[in-house]
């Protein structure tokens, strides 16, 4: 299709255990951005990505986090040790530049046991 | 720290009715956008409004942008069940684009 597809759409694993979450936004997109989603909440941002640079990574919640960007396209969210606290829907949106509309992916469910 | 206030947070109401969902902010946004959200999915955008006083219409949806861009509001004419599901309200900065969400209205709409 031509959205914005990410994987795997539902991730369980045991606290402590490193996650990569993967995002390909729409084709031409040159701005990428993550999300996070708890539970009946809003978004709330991570960092965004113009071409393969993050010149905003103000939403990182810790060093545990981490986002890089290749191609200017495929994006991995990387969450190292993981947290029950980290328990969340991790959502990615595109844009053609920056302060377009976003196009939102369906998001990865994650669930720290 | 940049907020915006969303309500009401819950919304039950009947077939037929009306209602008003609010978003509110200390600060003065570049543009604001509503979207809709249904379980399992990513949010959907429904419009975006620019302009200080500017009105826009998507069929029975009216959402206005407040004067100073500080605030927004998304009204629904006689709600019926297909528009039960999280709406959100985001504001965005001249700074590349990052949205600040609001926490959501959970709108259920009973036949």
């Known amino acids: 299709g031509a959205g914005v597809s990410q994987s795997p759409s539902n991730k369980v694993t045991e606290k402590g255990k490193d996650v990569e979450l993967r995002c390909d936004p729409i084709?031409?997109?040159?701005?990428l951005y993550w999300y996070r989603q708890r539970l009946g909440q809003g978004l709330e941002f991570l960092i965004y990505?113009?071409?393969?640079?993050?010149?905003?990574k103000s939403g990182l919640p810790s060093d545990r986090f981490s986002a890089e960007r290749t191609g200017e396209s495929v994006s991995t969210l990387t969450i190292q040790r993981t947290q029950q606290e980290d328990s969340a829907v991790y959502l990615c949106?595109?844009?053609?530049?920056?302060?377009?509309?976003?196009?939102f992916g369906d998001g990865t469910r994650l669930s720290i046991l | 720290t940049q907020l915006l206030e969303q309500s009401p947070q819950f919304l039950s109401i009947q077939e037929g009715e009306n209602l008003t969902v609010y978003c509110n902010s200390s600060?003065?946004?570049?543009?604001l956008q509503w979207y809709r959200q249904e379980p399992g999915e990513g949010p959907v955008l429904l419009v975006t409004?620019?302009?200080?006083?500017e009105v826009k219409k998507l069929k029975r949806l009216t959402f206005q942008f407040g004067d100073a861009r500080k605030d927004s509001s998304l009204h629904i004419t006689a709600a019926q069940p297909g528009d039960t599901g999280l709406y959100l309200c985001?504001?965005?900065?001249?700074?590349?684009?990052?949205?600040?969400f609001g926490q959501g209205t959970e709108l259920s709409v009973k036949p």
């Open positions: 949106a595109s844009s053609y530049s920056n302060n377009q509309p976003q196009h």
């Open positions: 084709s031409g997109h040159t701005a």
């Open positions: 990505f113009q071409g393969n640079s993050a010149p905003d």
């Open positions: 600060s003065v946004f570049s543009s």
């Open positions: 409004v620019v302009t200080g006083g």
């Open positions: 985001a504001g965005a900065y001249n700074q590349g684009g990052k949205l600040i």
